[in-house]
């Protein structure tokens, strides 16, 4: 997925959206093609957010950084903690009627 280098990229932009208080400040849909899309702050304008938009096979955002930026790192994240949880209900046990439709009754 990641090779060596980009994954040592995106630490550097954690660290930087850390120290500077980067954070996602909105999330939505894209109404044109339905793809997700979120607002992340701007360290240098409080006034200002960055969109950026999640594609199948990667995140697209509009600042000008050419490396991988605080914002797709941030979004990176937080698509990663959806995942993770998503798996945890998966993984968690389940009612015996939800996981199985074998008949059963109510009568003893
Ligand atoms: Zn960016």
């Known amino acids: 997925m990641l090779n060596g280098q980009e994954a ?11 120290k500077e208080g980067t954070r996602i400040i909105g ?4 109404k044109s093609d339905g793809a997700r899309v979120f607002v992340v702050s701007s360290s ?18 509009e600042c000008p950084s050419r490396k991988v930026c605080k914002h797709r790192a941030l ?3 937080a698509l990663k903690k ?7 209900a998966k993984d968690r046990d389940t009612a015996p009627l ?3 439709n074998a ?6």
């Open 8 to 18: 040592l990229e995106l630490e550097r932009a954690m660290a930087r959206a850390a």
């Open 27 to 30: 999330r939505g849909t894209r």
């Open 44 to 61: 240098r304008d409080q006034f200002r957010g960055y969109i950026v938009v999640v594609h199948a096979s990667h995140l697209a955002c």
């Open 75 to 77: 979004v990176h994240l």
């Open 82 to 88: 959806e995942r993770d949880a998503a798996q945890a």
């Open 98 to 100: 939800y996981r199985s």
């Open 103 to 108: 008949p059963f009754s109510l009568f003893k």
